[in-house]
């Protein structure tokens, strides 16, 4: 199994920017479907955007689409997720996550993923 880290959160105003990073060890990160998912209080977990093994694979929750960009530096092990024009409603815990393998709608599913990170913090004020 994957072990991840994020990091990258923080408190920024509507409009602004934030890159999250997942790092993951224990197996090359390139071995997996790397998720971004997002938990605000009292709400579930939903899916935010995914990354397929290759590289080539992208998927994105309508909400996020032209907004957030997750991309893979195979290299570094580690998987950015750059969010442009942030809005209150983006306020959640972030968390990354890693699949063995999946494809199509099956990426956007939680119970996909079997390893997660500890989550870090974002939260954009109006």
């Known amino acids: 199994q994957a072990h991840l880290v994020e990091s990258g959160g923080g408190s920024v105003q509507a409009g602004g920017s934030l890159r999250l990073s997942c790092a993951a060890s224990?197996?090359?990160?390139?071995?997996?479907?790397i998720g971004w998912f997002r938990q605000a209080p009292g709400k579930e977990r939903e899916f935010v955007a995914a990354?397929?093994?290759?590289?080539?694979?992208?998927y994105y929750a309508d909400s996020v689409r032209g907004r957030f960009t997750i991309s893979g530096d195979n290299p570094k092990n580690t998987v950015y997720l750059q969010m442009d024009d942030l809005k209150p409603e983006d306020t959640a815990a972030y968390f990354c996550?890693?699949?063995?393998?999946?494809?199509?709608?099956?990426?956007?599913?939680?119970?996909?993923?079997?390893?997660w990170g500890q989550g870090t913090q974002v939260t954009v004020s109006a």
């Open positions: 996550a890693a699949a063995s393998a999946c494809s199509g709608y099956a990426c956007l599913r939680k119970s996909t993923y079997n390893s």
């Open positions: 990354i397929g093994r290759n590289r080539g694979s992208l």
């Open positions: 224990g197996r090359t990160a390139s071995m997996y479907t």
